[in-house]
């Protein structure tokens, strides 16, 4: 892989505890943004060079990616994208930055104990123009499990969700740009359309993942990262 698209410039609405002072890429889990806890993601797996799509913010995400001692050989580029500018949009304005080989897309809020080379080695297989983890999330409440009569069979705490979803860490290849333009919603058309083509195939991960989406999802990372062994955290 070339290089580690990610996207960091969104508003972060539903955490305004902390984004209306900092973007959400820049919310601390254990001392550290969660951004850098999805760089390290990839960087503990060979993946050297970054490119932030920045948006909301961004001068304080170029400001992180300036003091920040990188590792030897990383390289992180922050790139504008603009204030508004929707997912694809963001990743259709770095199209001349990836390189020409299969690359990385992710976003800037969500970690995972993925394997990354396995995750390239599904991509390669297929030969798809675009390979996207799904997931598996833990359901926000407890099951009620019901008997055919209506009665109370047992309970289930938060069980996993039956259905598959969009858990980000993306492969793809340069051949996506035939599918966006500066107002591309990525989940959207570009995605519907790929899988419209047989272009977009699902890699799935079932082990750990999060996304923070909400100070509830914060606190909950921020008490993982405190106990010995936090799930993600693969380096």
């Known amino acids: 892989m070339t290089a580690a698209v990610i996207l960091c410039g969104g508003r972060g609405t539903r955490l305004q505890e902390h984004t209306q002072s900092i973007p959400k890429p820049l919310v601390e889990i254990g001392g550290h943004p969660i951004v850098w806890h999805v760089m390290q993601i990839y960087a503990a797996q060979g993946l050297k060079r970054f490119i932030l799509c920045t948006g909301y913010r961004g001068e304080m995400i170029d400001r992180f990616v300036e003091e920040t001692e990188w590792p030897d050989g990383i390289v992180v580029e922050s790139v504008d994208t603009g204030l508004d500018t929707p997912t694809g949009g963001r990743l259709y304005k770095v199209r001349d930055r990836v390189g020409d080989g299969p690359f990385c897309l992710t976003y800037a809020d969500g970690v995972a104990d993925i394997d990354l080379h396995e995750l390239a080695a599904h991509h390669e297989r297929y030969g798809g123009l675009a390979t996207m983890t799904v997931v598996r ?16 069979a047992g309970f289930r705490e938060k069980p996993r969700s039956e259905h598959w979803i969009n ?19 990525l989940e959207r058309d570009p995605l519907e359309a790929l899988a419209r083509d047989g272009q977009l195939y699902a890699y799935r991960h079932t082990g750990f993942w999060e996304c923070m989406d909400t100070y509830k999802d914060a606190v909950l990372l921020n008490d993982l990262w405190a106990k010995e062994r936090p799930p993600w955290k693969i380096w």
């Open 167 to 185: 858990g980000g860490f993306f492969c793809l290849e340069t051949g996506v740009f035939d599918y966006l333009d500066e107002t591309s919603v």
């Open 137 to 152: 999330p833990e359901l926000q409440f407890g099951v009620t499990e019901l008997d055919g009569d209506g009665r109370v």
